[in-house]
């Protein structure tokens, strides 16, 4: 590893330490609070869709999300460690069989939809065997 990647994985994991990162990974919904500057007013601003692209390339990584506003699609690409982003939040996971969406581009309505990733049952065995109930 040369030196500049080493810089680059400190300061990965200096930003990582601040404000963690969810895993999520293409077709989850994502929900990412960004702080946007109107002329002398700062506020936050919620930006929610559909992820359909992740560039993991360390302190340059980024992720694509898209959603349908007004009837329109709008997409914007994030780059993961920006100190703008306040907050990523994943909402729910979708399930798909691509690294890259850029399908759903070309789609619209219900055709655009994602299944969502079923829920795991699992339960911790303490609880999947339960007592017998018989005293003896």
Known sequence: MNLLQQIER???EKLAANRPVPKFEPGDMVRVMVRVIEGERERVQAFEGVC?????AGINSNFTLRKISYGEGVERVFPLYSPRITAIEVV??????????????????????IVERARSSLRPAAEAAPA?????
Do not use: F, W
């Open 52 to 56: 359909i692209a992740r560039k993991n």
């Open 132 to 136: 017998s109930t018989n005293p003896e």
């Open 10 to 12: 400190e300061q990965v």
């Open 92 to 113: 729910r996971r979708g399930v798909v069989r691509r690294a890259k969406l850029y399908y759903l581009r070309g789609r619209t309505g219900k055709r655009a939809r």
